[in-house]
């Protein structure tokens, strides 16, 4: 397919990445003047690649590649707009929305994109080089800024929008297949329909799905599982008796009364004599690289079972390296990371302008470096102050040691001591973090809402707990600032949500000497771009 030559206006920028770089202690200075640029875009289909720029683009004699033209039929990039969740009650997901493509098409030159389903879903891949006359910049100069997907394009007779979205991968899997209740290992009959369980990582008196009641074999996880660290029936701990080979030596096992045998290589238990009430303490998953001993490792296990993605731990390496853990019967992929996220207080998790899969979490800003000085050279206008009503905090809690049940009273035999009914009778343990000095400070200051445990150390629960208090004790701010289109001075796609930067303002006494911020959100449409800078 060629595009003849149609005048687009042109654009400058479309490029994010959104990275952890952990404390910054280097300061940068704002930049010199950018060089300007051409953007440029692929769209590759099985027939086809549709190459389109905003100020025109062809290779130069001695240049490597193929010889393709990119016409100057891109009118605008699309805008893409990103904010990082703050507060633990809220999403811990980054959200992110990608604009259209807008083609002119005043001669009708892509008229045949118009409706046309196999553009659909492809990758859409967008690039920045430098825009130089009369010789073109060299492909190797070129760098890729964003993958998006295309949706089906639709458009009048002057211009096609073709719409955009994240280059994720399909983040609404469900995380758990269903049993057939054809019998055995595929559940009694009125199991049809009904979700297996899974588990990942370290859960406590978690309840097994009963698969076959003449056998009493119960599954703890769809799959190969790591170890069973516990089985109790109404608070009275069973005798291990051994590990079997796989479900039919289990099926096949002589048991006797107040034991238990487990098949680790499909995730089930057989226990000698009809429990009252069977709860367990477990160690999940171990594919994709083995038990996973971190909540990164979690969370990146989970990824890796349920898209298509292949990621390492690292993905959410400023995750707090403790051991955690879920344990599911329904859901998504996007449910199961939240829930691990939240449990860590203050993380975050989501996908990069490239589909890449990132995770984070917020340090005070004051208790960080600044990498990035923004000041009225960048600015297109004044900061302008923007709600930030939420009071400080004057404590922190993380739950830890979270139980899948809860078992009080009569759900426990009178042996069961008081201790242990004491820790069987309440949902979680909880690690505070207080400051009462806040509330001197600060008369309304608040008692921060308790965050869900995922966590299983005392201590990690601890730590986290302390670093929501350093973020929220304070009374925090948020400036809007926009970057000029032709300032030239900050790279916005260089920033990173969650990372520090230093905004100066002369006429506004909280910024006048500078103040360290986070970003928190950025919405931008070419080389223009407004941030929130929240601290």
């Not at 820790?423 to 973090?433: D, H, K, V």
Request: proline share 6%.
């Amino acid at each position: 397919m060629t595009f003849g030559p149609v005048a687009g206006a042109p654009i400058a920028a479309l490029a994010f990445a959104i990275t952890n770089t952990g404390p910054i202690s280097s300061f940068t200075a704002e930049t010199a003047r950018i060089e300007p640029s051409v953007w440029l875009v692929e769209i590759v289909t099985n027939t086809t690649t549709v190459a389109v720029s905003d100020r025109g683009w062809i290779q130069e004699p001695g240049d490597t590649g193929a010889i393709v033209k990119y016409p100057p039929r891109l009118l605008e990039p699309p805008a893409v707009e990103l904010q990082v969740p703050i507060y633990p009650s809220r999403e811990r997901r980054v959200a992110t929305q990608a604009g259209e493509l807008l083609l002119a098409n005043g001669d009708g030159g892509v008229d045949a994109l118009g409706g046309n389903w196999a553009i659909a879903g492809r990758t859409a891949t967008i690039y920045r080089a430098p825009h130089r006359r009369p010789t073109h910049a060299a492909r190797s100069t070129w760098e890729k800024v964003a993958t998006l997907r295309t949706a089906a394009a639709f458009g009048g007779t002057q211009r096609l929008r073709m719409p955009m979205k994240s280059g994720a991968p399909d983040l609404a899997e469900a995380v758990c297949s269903t049993y057939s209740g054809a019998g055995g290992v595929n559940g009694d009959p009125q199991l049809a329909g009904q979700s297996k369980p899974v588990l990942f990582g370290l859960v406590r008196n978690l309840a097994p799905v009963q698969i076959e009641a003449g056998r009493l074999i119960y599954q703890i996880h769809d799959g190969v599982m790591s170890q069973v660290l516990a089985v109790r029936d109404a608070g009275v701990p069973l005798i291990a008796d051994g590990d079997v080979a796989n479900y039919a030596a289990l099926q096949s096992a002589t048991m006797a009364l107040g034991t238990f045998k487990t098949c680790l290589s499909t995730g089930h238990i057989r226990v000698g004599g009809v429990p009252v009430r069977l709860t367990v303490d477990a160690r999940g998953s171990t594919g994709f690289g083995g038990y996973p001993a971190t909540a990164g490792a979690v969370a990146a296990q989970i990824v890796n079972t349920y898209t298509s993605a292949s990621i390492t731990a690292a993905a959410f390496g400023a995750w707090r390296p403790s051991e955690a853990g879920i344990y599911l019967r329904g859901g998504t992929v996007a449910d199961a990371l939240d829930r691990l996220a939240a449990g860590l207080g203050v993380a975050w998790w989501g996908t990069d302008i490239n589909g890449g899969w990132v995770g984070g979490s917020l340090v005070a800003p004051e208790l960080q470096g600044t990498g990035v000085a923004i000041g009225a050279a960048a600015l297109a206008q004044p900061p302008e102050e923007v709600p930030s009503t939420a009071p400080p905090w004057w404590r922190a809690s993380v739950g830890y040691q979270r139980l899948d049940v809860v078992q009080t009273g009569a759900d426990l035999v009178s042996t069961v001591s008081a201790a242990d009914r004491d820790y069987y009778g309440r949902q979680q343990r909880t690690a505070t973090s207080t400051d009462r000095t806040v509330r001197i400070t600060y008369p309304l200051a608040v008692d921060g809402e308790e965050v869900p445990g995922v966590l299983d150390g005392a201590g990690d629960a601890a730590a986290v707990a302390a670093d929501m208090l350093a973020l929220f004790k304070l009374p925090r701010r948020a400036w809007v600032v926009r970057l000029g289109a032709n300032t030239g001075r900050i790279r916005w796609w260089d920033l990173a949500l969650g990372t520090p930067v230093r905004l100066t303002w002369p006429y506004v006494t909280a910024l006048a000497s500078g103040k360290t911020l986070l970003v928190r959100s950025i919405s931008a449409r070419g080389d223009a771009a407004e941030l929130e800078l929240w601290g």
